[in-house]
Protein backbone atom coordinates (compact mmCIF):
# COMPACT_ATOMS: atom_id res chain seq x y z
CA UNK A 1 0.00 0.00 0.00
CA UNK A 2 1.07 3.59 -0.17
CA UNK A 3 3.01 5.71 2.37
CA UNK A 4 3.56 8.36 3.76
CA UNK A 5 4.27 11.02 0.57
CA UNK A 6 5.15 14.71 1.03
CA UNK A 7 5.18 17.19 -1.42
CA UNK A 8 7.20 18.82 -2.69
CA UNK A 9 10.42 17.43 -2.39
CA UNK A 10 12.37 20.40 -2.61
CA UNK A 11 11.80 24.04 -2.35
CA UNK A 12 13.88 27.24 -2.77
CA UNK A 13 12.68 30.24 -1.46
CA UNK A 14 13.99 33.97 -0.97
CA UNK A 15 14.20 35.00 2.39
CA UNK A 16 10.95 36.58 3.90
CA UNK A 17 8.68 34.52 1.20
CA UNK A 18 5.69 32.27 2.70
CA UNK A 19 6.26 28.61 1.97
CA UNK A 20 3.68 25.67 2.43
CA UNK A 21 4.77 22.20 3.23
CA UNK A 22 2.29 18.89 2.11
CA UNK A 23 1.86 15.62 3.64
CA UNK A 24 -0.31 12.48 2.81
CA UNK A 25 -0.35 10.26 5.84
CA UNK A 26 -1.17 6.36 5.38
CA UNK A 27 -5.03 6.28 5.57
CA UNK A 28 -6.82 5.11 8.31
CA UNK A 29 -3.72 6.60 10.77
CA UNK A 30 -5.33 8.69 13.38
CA UNK A 31 -2.14 10.52 13.94
CA UNK A 32 0.11 13.01 12.23
CA UNK A 33 3.78 14.17 13.34
CA UNK A 34 5.79 16.93 11.92
CA UNK A 35 9.39 16.50 12.44
CA UNK A 36 12.68 18.86 11.41
CA UNK A 37 15.84 17.42 10.50
CA UNK A 38 19.13 19.82 10.21
CA UNK A 39 22.42 18.93 9.52
CA UNK A 40 24.33 17.72 11.98
CA UNK A 41 21.49 17.61 14.12
CA UNK A 42 18.77 15.26 15.37
CA UNK A 43 15.28 15.14 14.37
CA UNK A 44 13.45 18.30 16.40
CA UNK A 45 9.81 17.77 16.42
CA UNK A 46 7.62 20.22 15.85
CA UNK A 47 3.66 19.47 16.39
CA UNK A 48 1.14 16.59 16.27
CA UNK A 49 -2.35 15.86 15.24
CA UNK A 50 -4.89 13.46 16.56
CA UNK A 51 -7.70 13.44 13.88
CA UNK A 52 -7.57 17.39 13.15
CA UNK A 53 -6.82 18.88 16.54
CA UNK A 54 -3.76 20.13 17.39
CA UNK A 55 -3.64 20.02 21.10
CA UNK A 56 0.22 20.71 21.45
CA UNK A 57 1.93 23.85 19.30
CA UNK A 58 4.88 24.45 21.88
CA UNK A 59 7.20 22.85 19.69
CA UNK A 60 6.81 24.93 17.01
CA UNK A 61 9.66 26.73 16.96
CA UNK A 62 8.13 30.67 16.70
CA UNK A 63 4.67 32.24 15.56
CA UNK A 64 5.62 32.23 11.75
CA UNK A 65 5.24 28.47 11.89
CA UNK A 66 1.64 27.00 11.61
CA UNK A 67 -0.25 23.85 10.74
CA UNK A 68 -3.18 22.69 9.83
CA UNK A 69 -4.95 19.12 9.04
CA UNK A 70 -8.05 18.98 7.06
CA UNK A 71 -10.67 15.55 7.45
CA UNK A 72 -8.47 13.63 9.48
CA UNK A 73 -5.94 13.00 6.64
CA UNK A 74 -3.91 15.45 4.36
CA UNK A 75 -1.94 18.14 6.84
CA UNK A 76 0.16 21.61 5.79
CA UNK A 77 2.90 23.20 7.49
CA UNK A 78 3.32 26.54 6.85
CA UNK A 79 6.35 29.08 7.37
CA UNK A 80 5.32 32.58 7.08
CA UNK A 81 8.40 34.98 6.11
CA UNK A 82 11.21 32.29 5.73
CA UNK A 83 14.42 32.91 7.34
CA UNK A 84 18.00 31.20 7.00
CA UNK A 85 17.86 28.97 9.75
CA UNK A 86 14.68 27.39 8.58
CA UNK A 87 16.68 25.56 6.00
CA UNK A 88 16.07 22.30 7.35
CA UNK A 89 14.31 18.41 5.59
CA UNK A 90 10.91 18.82 6.93
CA UNK A 91 9.53 14.87 7.47
CA UNK A 92 6.02 14.05 8.08
CA UNK A 93 4.95 10.68 10.23
CA UNK A 94 1.87 8.83 10.79
CA UNK A 95 0.94 6.63 13.12
CA UNK A 96 -2.32 4.36 13.79
CA UNK A 97 -2.69 5.79 17.45
CA UNK A 98 -1.71 8.92 19.22
CA UNK A 99 0.54 7.15 21.68
CA UNK A 100 2.34 4.44 18.90
CA UNK A 101 5.75 4.90 18.80
CA UNK A 102 5.93 3.14 15.05
CA UNK A 103 5.71 5.96 13.13
CA UNK A 104 5.67 5.49 9.35
CA UNK A 105 7.78 8.85 7.91
CA UNK A 106 7.59 10.40 4.26
CA UNK A 107 10.80 11.02 2.18
CA UNK A 108 10.82 14.77 3.16
CA UNK A 109 10.64 18.03 1.86
CA UNK A 110 14.20 19.63 1.67
CA UNK A 111 13.78 23.62 2.11
CA UNK A 112 16.36 25.96 1.31
CA UNK A 113 16.20 29.64 2.14
CA UNK A 114 18.38 31.61 0.21
CA UNK B 1 15.37 17.21 30.72
CA UNK B 2 14.72 14.14 29.16
CA UNK B 3 17.83 13.38 26.81
CA UNK B 4 19.11 10.76 24.09
CA UNK B 5 22.55 10.14 23.36
CA UNK B 6 24.11 7.92 20.79
CA UNK B 7 27.35 6.50 20.26
CA UNK B 8 29.43 6.28 18.70
CA UNK B 9 28.81 9.17 16.18
CA UNK B 10 30.27 7.33 13.23
CA UNK B 11 31.80 3.89 12.87
CA UNK B 12 33.16 1.97 10.17
CA UNK B 13 33.41 -2.04 9.73
CA UNK B 14 34.75 -4.68 7.48
CA UNK B 15 31.93 -7.12 6.30
CA UNK B 16 31.11 -9.68 8.82
CA UNK B 17 32.84 -7.59 11.41
CA UNK B 18 30.57 -7.36 14.15
CA UNK B 19 29.48 -5.07 16.35
CA UNK B 20 27.79 -2.57 18.93
CA UNK B 21 25.71 0.97 18.69
CA UNK B 22 24.60 2.84 21.78
CA UNK B 23 21.94 4.62 22.65
CA UNK B 24 22.21 5.97 26.46
CA UNK B 25 18.79 8.41 27.44
CA UNK B 26 17.89 10.27 30.71
CA UNK B 27 14.01 10.51 30.44
CA UNK B 28 10.98 11.15 33.23
CA UNK B 29 9.39 7.82 32.84
CA UNK B 30 10.04 5.73 30.12
CA UNK B 31 7.10 5.09 27.91
CA UNK B 32 9.15 2.96 25.28
CA UNK B 33 12.36 3.20 23.22
CA UNK B 34 12.80 3.15 19.45
CA UNK B 35 15.26 2.55 16.81
CA UNK B 36 15.50 3.66 13.53
CA UNK B 37 16.91 3.12 9.97
CA UNK B 38 17.41 6.19 7.89
CA UNK B 39 19.30 5.78 4.35
CA UNK B 40 20.24 9.02 2.31
CA UNK B 41 17.84 11.51 1.14
CA UNK B 42 14.77 9.43 3.11
CA UNK B 43 12.76 9.07 5.94
CA UNK B 44 12.96 7.15 9.34
CA UNK B 45 12.13 3.46 8.94
CA UNK B 46 11.40 1.53 11.91
CA UNK B 47 13.00 -1.01 13.35
CA UNK B 48 12.20 -2.18 16.81
CA UNK B 49 10.15 -0.94 20.05
CA UNK B 50 11.61 -1.47 23.23
CA UNK B 51 9.32 -1.08 26.81
CA UNK B 52 11.13 -2.58 29.75
CA UNK B 53 14.62 -3.16 30.92
CA UNK B 54 15.62 -6.79 29.83
CA UNK B 55 13.52 -6.86 26.67
CA UNK B 56 15.83 -7.77 23.11
CA UNK B 57 14.10 -7.53 19.98
CA UNK B 58 15.56 -9.45 16.64
CA UNK B 59 15.65 -8.42 12.85
CA UNK B 60 18.23 -10.13 10.72
CA UNK B 61 21.55 -9.41 11.74
CA UNK B 62 20.04 -6.75 14.20
CA UNK B 63 19.22 -7.18 17.82
CA UNK B 64 18.36 -4.60 20.44
CA UNK B 65 18.85 -4.87 23.95
CA UNK B 66 17.22 -2.65 27.01
CA UNK B 67 18.63 -1.33 30.47
CA UNK B 68 17.43 0.68 32.55
CA UNK B 69 20.20 3.24 31.33
CA UNK B 70 20.44 2.54 27.84
CA UNK B 71 19.95 0.38 24.91
CA UNK B 72 22.11 -1.14 22.20
CA UNK B 73 21.96 -1.95 18.85
CA UNK B 74 24.03 -4.77 18.24
CA UNK B 75 24.75 -5.94 14.26
CA UNK B 76 26.31 -9.15 14.01
CA UNK B 77 27.95 -9.83 10.62
CA UNK B 78 27.26 -6.88 8.99
CA UNK B 79 26.92 -6.58 4.73
CA UNK B 80 27.31 -3.40 3.00
CA UNK B 81 23.47 -2.93 2.79
CA UNK B 82 23.46 -2.48 6.64
CA UNK B 83 25.21 0.75 5.82
CA UNK B 84 23.13 3.36 7.18
CA UNK B 85 22.49 6.13 10.01
CA UNK B 86 20.70 4.22 12.97
CA UNK B 87 18.40 6.86 14.94
CA UNK B 88 17.35 5.72 18.60
CA UNK B 89 14.62 7.76 20.09
CA UNK B 90 12.37 7.95 23.71
CA UNK B 91 9.01 8.35 24.78
CA UNK B 92 8.96 9.62 27.89
CA UNK B 93 5.51 9.24 30.17
CA UNK B 94 5.23 13.03 30.63
CA UNK B 95 5.98 14.21 27.13
CA UNK B 96 2.57 12.97 25.44
CA UNK B 97 3.70 11.51 22.30
CA UNK B 98 6.21 13.25 21.27
CA UNK B 99 9.33 11.45 20.35
CA UNK B 100 13.60 12.66 21.49
CA UNK B 101 15.68 11.73 19.22
CA UNK B 102 19.36 10.89 19.67
CA UNK B 103 22.03 12.46 16.88
CA UNK B 104 22.09 8.91 15.34
CA UNK B 105 25.37 6.80 14.53
CA UNK B 106 26.30 6.36 10.93
CA UNK B 107 27.39 3.05 9.68
CA UNK B 108 29.66 1.93 7.03
CA UNK B 109 30.40 -1.32 6.16
CA UNK B 110 32.85 -2.21 3.44
CA UNK B 111 33.18 -5.26 1.42
Known amino acids: GAGVSQSPSNKVTEKGKDVELRCDPI?????LYWYRQSLGQGLEFLIY????????KSGLPSDRFSAERTGGSVSTLTIQRTQQEDSAVYLC????????????FGPGTRLTVL | EDQVTQSPEALRLQEGESSSLNCSYT??????LFWYRQDPGKGPEFLFT???AGEEKEKERLKATLTKKESFLHITAPKPEDSATYLC????????????FGKGTTLSVSS
Open chain 1, 93 to 104: ASSLWLTSGEQF
Open chain 2, 89 to 100: AVQASQAGTALI
Open chain 1, 27 to 31: SGHTA
Open chain 2, 27 to 32: VSGLRG
Open chain 1, 49 to 56: FQGNSAPD
Open chain 2, 50 to 52: LYS
